[in-house]
């Protein structure tokens, strides 16, 4: 019988540690950039780096939650 919901991707600790990387290198790349601005265009800057440090504590709270799984 064949599957109607397909399992969810399996993403691994090595992939997320490059996507923890990438993330910290496009944050800094987000706050240099506007730290050089002003007014909106800082602003967007800054909504930017936000939403990447968002998205790092995601990937890194998986990281944690691997090893945690990992560790018992």
């Excluded at 090595?14 to 800082?42: M, N, P, V, W």
């Amino acid at each position: 019988m064949k599957k109607i919901v397909p399992d969810p991707p399996h993403i691994s600790e090595e992939a997320l540690l490059r996507i923890s990387d990438l993330l910290r290198c496009a944050a800094a790349t987000a706050y240099e950039s506007g730290d050089q601005r002003q007014g909106a265009k800082r602003d967007l800057a800054f909504a930017v780096l936000y939403l990447i440090d968002m998205a790092k504590a995601l990937a890194d709270d998986l990281l944690t939650q691997i090893d945690a799984h990992r560790s018992s």
